[in-house]
């Protein structure tokens, strides 16, 4: 069972890249902004994370929207798909999850179950967030991630 909490994320500055298609292409679409950024010299200066704007029970695969991004203190220039922006700060409920992808979807459920049993309820129209704590294949164990699911909430 999810042990989920709440607090306040704070607004950061992240180089993104957007993508639109399975939620799957997220490792890809890391592992290319990464190398982007390696390539223009500028290092990330936090955990890389994810936003997921549709939810895949209710949106075709080739129709999700969503964008991975690096938090990074230093001045760089967008460039091909990047792009510079600041993600706003946000109320969110979280649970920190630990095993292989494919089992994420059962813990969401879980999060929004609690949203809707402590008298809260999820920002509509905006993002989920993955923080990747551990990406998958950089552990131990390839199968499994380390990934801090964040919802958006405010009080019902």
């Not at 390539?39 to 936003?51: C, D, I, K, T």
């Not at 704007?53 to 209710?58: E, F, H, K, Q």
């Not at 813990?107 to 609690?114: D, L, P």
Request: overall charge negative.
């Amino acid at each position: 069972m999810a042990e989920v909490q709440t607090k306040t994320v704070e607004a950061t500055t992240v180089m993104s890249l957007s993508f639109t298609g399975p939620y799957e292409q997220t490792w890809d679409r890391m592992d290319q902004l990464m190398s982007w950024l390696l390539r223009v010299g500028h290092p990330y200066s936090g955990l890389p994370f994810a936003l997921y704007y549709d939810d895949p029970r209710n949106v075709a695969a080739d129709d999700l929207r969503a964008e991975v991004c690096l938090p990074i203190e230093e001045e760089c220039d967008a460039g091909d798909d990047v792009q510079r922006k600041a993600v706003p700060e946000a109320a969110v409920a979280y649970a920190l999850y630990t095993g292989p992808y494919e089992g994420i979807q059962g813990f969401y459920e879980e999060i929004f179950a609690w949203v809707r049993e402590n008298d809260r309820q999820y920002v509509e129209g905006e993002p989920t967030r993955e923080v990747f704590h551990q990406l998958l294949g950089h552990g131990e164990d390839p199968e499994e991630c380390i990934i801090e699911v964040q919802v958006p909430i405010e009080q019902a």
